[in-house]
């Protein structure tokens, strides 16, 4: 007998929707040739080292004397050397993956599992050797031994993220654990396992460097009868690790390219069970539900800062899910009409499709509909097959404070005293009022700096105004709703173009205020559009500079001196965020590109030395304005005696090794960028309402009531 809770599945012809392409199985033939010449060129290079070992200790020294011995010893530790290279990734440790999930029981989710078993009979796939949960917006399927699975049967496990589940109804859950399932049933998928080995192996002795590399170091900085030969090994290495990089690319490649097909596949088997709208509309969630993950994580740090902890929290990541819904100006469409209502566009920006391991999703779509099938939409939510799930919740959050409040790996952890979701709802609700503001600013304050601002010096005779409630109808109302309609939509043309120009729209032609243009126009037509972006931000600036005339002028002494603190304190607040977020921003692109790169040479590692030492310097100029800066009292916080510490509880990444490209302390730098951005982009908001309530107030007797 189905399960109430399980939504009824379309009629549809299953062996003609999921019938594969031809081209599926050329990529799979691809994968599996590129994985044996990898693993062939590989054992050649550790036979090759082997017997190079073998030859050169065997070597038999006709004339023996000191040199000879000597060059001898040297041939026999540089073969061993490049024999221990070749099997690096043996002795090479893999990060221990923290313990995040919970094994789900049948026992005590009858109604999940019911669901699940139902799934796979009508999916054609096998039951799950474990169901886990996670806090993640994911559903996957994994094997729990990678390695083992290369040799042996294995079943595979299917993950269930609750963010997932927080997010999507009972028919999109559905679709989405019926693409997992999809990939249960594809054969292919063992060839992960195979091409994830590969990876580790080269990733190893590509990246890896340990105490081999360290003795190669230093023996090249030894004397110079060891130095030469050592110089002459790195250079051996250097090839190898090269042509190992190339490896990796051509396998990658081939790989991204079967895993996109097999993701087309997985949702046919979706569209098979539920129609071709579910899938799509619960692509169409994830964004905006990771977006709500990352409030979710910022409300509860900041809750954490007044030692408020929740013991749920999935309970406030679809509080932050209807927040910002409800912020949203437009809504992507979910309509049920066969080919309308398409949910995404080609105009979005993607990963370049080459690289990617999934399609675009507006591919996702448009495979998803070509044979369009109407499914019916269940509205209920997925938490209905997790009855008495606080525990889980519980567990889950446990782990997750573990992680952006206690921290990894710094000793003992500490022992958090939780409190009722609703009591910490109540105060994020709070703070989130710091971050809404009157309509008449038509969301001027929301992404914006206030730049090159001119404040009356304290004591200056300001002029009076004639008409101030004119005035500020004029500056608000006229003013700065035109400038903001502009700018809205001169963001949207920049976005457009931007993404013809980078080449994610492959037309030849796209529409542009009402004209057909050609894409090579498109490059003219960006730089046009920017110079309209600047001349807009000049007249924005010119009316936050009206706002400040106006507001000291109509304020007495003692509104006008904390205005100008207020101001000050603001102006340097924002400046501490953009140079934190710069110095972030600039520090991930440099780790972004030497992993790109691979390989460094000595002119790049002193360019990316430099790069990250001037990211460092960036820091410690907040920290010094940090030091100076008195703040003013803000809204849910008591008075910051020492704002460094505030802004940066744990320590700063040691200066010491500054100089070195190395991960002891570029991770903790970036982490350190992060949780300092996040504060301060707290304080920013918490400063912009204080001085807006109090401009608000200097304006309350020439506002009309109604307003």
Not at 471 to 488: G, I, N, P, W
Not at 496 to 523: D, I, L, M, P, T
Not at 549 to 564: G, N
Request: charged residues 25%; hydrophobic residues 40%; contains cysteine.
């Amino acid at each position: 007998m189905i399960s109430d809770l399980y939504p009824q599945s379309p009629t549809v012809d299953a062996k003609q929707l999921l019938r594969l392409p031809a081209s599926y199985k050329w990529r799979v033939f691809f994968v599996l040739l590129g994985v044996i010449l990898f693993w062939l060129f590989y054992f050649a290079l550790v036979a090759g080292t082997a017997y190079l070992t073998y030859l050169a200790a065997i070597y038999e020294i006709t004339h023996v004397n000191k040199w000879t011995i000597f060059l001898k010893l040297v041939a026999i530790a540089g073969a061993a050397m490049l024999f221990v290279f070749s099997l690096k990734f043996l002795f090479s440790k893999k990060a221990e993956e923290d313990d995040d999930r919970v094994e789900l029981k049948e026992q005590d989710y009858p109604e999940l599992f019911a669901f699940v078993r139902q799934l796979t009979r009508d999916t054609g796939a096998p039951f799950p050797k474990k169901i886990v949960a996670t806090s993640e917006i994911n559903a996957a399927v994994y094997y729990e031994h990678p390695m083992r699975s290369l040799f042996l049967p294995e079943r595979k496990n299917l993950l269930i993220g609750l963010g997932l589940v927080n997010s999507l109804n009972l028919t999109e859950f559905k679709a989405v654990l019926a693409h997992e399932f999809g990939h249960f049933a594809q054969r292919s998928m063992k060839l992960g396992s195979y091409v994830y080995v590969s990876f580790r192996v080269i990733d190893s002795m590509v990246n890896g460097r340990d105490y081999w590399d360290n003795l190669l170091d230093g023996a090249t900085q030894s004397d110079i009868r060891i130095a030469a030969p050592a110089l002459a090994l790195k250079a051996v290495v250097f090839l190898l690790r090269q042509t190992l990089w190339l490896c990796y690319k051509g396998l990658y490649l081939l790989h991204m390219s079967l895993s996109r097909q097999m993701e087309f596949n997985a949702d046919l088997v979706a569209v098979s069970v539920t129609g071709s709208n579910a899938i799509v509309n619960g692509l169409a969630k994830l964004d905006g539900a990771g977006e709500a993950m990352g409030l979710t994580f910022q409300n509860l740090g900041s809750a954490a800062d007044h030692q408020l902890y929740s013991s749920d929290f999935f309970f406030h990541h679809q509080k932050a899910i209807a927040y910002l819904e409800k912020k949203k100006v437009a809504t992507a469409s979910t309509s049920d009409s066969e080919k309308e209502g398409m949910v995404f566009s080609k105009d979005e920006l993607e990963v370049p499709v080459m690289y990617a391991s999934h399609p675009p999703n507006y591919q996702r779509e448009q495979n998803a509909k070509q044979t369009f099938v109407k499914g019916v939409e269940d509205q209920r939510s997925p938490w209905e097959l997790f009855k008495a799930a606080g525990e889980l919740k519980m567990q889950l959050t446990r782990k997750l404070y573990r992680h952006f409040v206690e921290g990894k790996g710094a000793g003992k952890p500490v022992q958090l005293k939780f409190s009722a979701p609703e009591q910490v709802q109540q105060f994020i609700e709070s703070e989130l009022q710091d971050t809404e503001f009157h309509p008449r600013y038509h969301n001027t304050y929301e992404n914006r700096f206030l730049i090159d601002l001119k404040l009356p010096e304290e004591g200056a005779t300001l002029e009076k105004l004639q008409q101030p409630a004119e005035q500020l109808k004029e500056l608000y109302e006229v003013s700065l709703a035109k400038a903001m309609t502009q700018r809205q939509k001169l963001e949207e043309e920049l976005n457009q173009v931007a993404s013809v120009v980078h080449g994610v729209v492959k037309n030849k032609h796209f529409q542009f205020r009402g004209e057909e243009k050609s894409k090579k126009e498109a490059r003219t037509i960006l730089k046009s559009v920017e110079k309209e972006w600047e001349t807009n931000t000049k007249e924005l600036t010119r009316i936050d500079q009206q706002v400040v005339d106006w507001h000291f002028a109509l304020a007495s002494t003692v509104q006008r001196k904390e205005l100008h603190h207020r101001y000050e304190a603001h102006l340097t607040l924002q400046n501490m965020l953009a140079t934190t977020q710069q110095a972030m921003e600039n520090a991930q692109k440099g780790v972004q590109e030497i992993i790109a790169n691979g390989q460094l040479d000595e002119n790049q590692v002193v360019v990316y030395q430099n790069l990250f030492t001037e990211q460092a310097q960036r820091m410690d100029l907040v920290f010094e304005e940090a030091k100076a800066l008195q703040l003013p009292t803000l809204p849910n916080l008591q008075a910051i005696e020492d704002l460094k510490k505030f802004l940066c509880p744990k320590n700063q990444a040691p200066s010491a090794t500054r100089n070195k490209i190395v991960d002891t302390w570029i991770n903790p730098f970036l982490s350190q960028c992060d949780e300092m951005s996040g504060r301060l982009r707290r304080l920013h908001f918490k400063s912009l309402s204080a001085l807006l309530e109090l401009q608000e107030h200097i304006a309350a007797p020439y506002i009309p009531a109604e307003q």
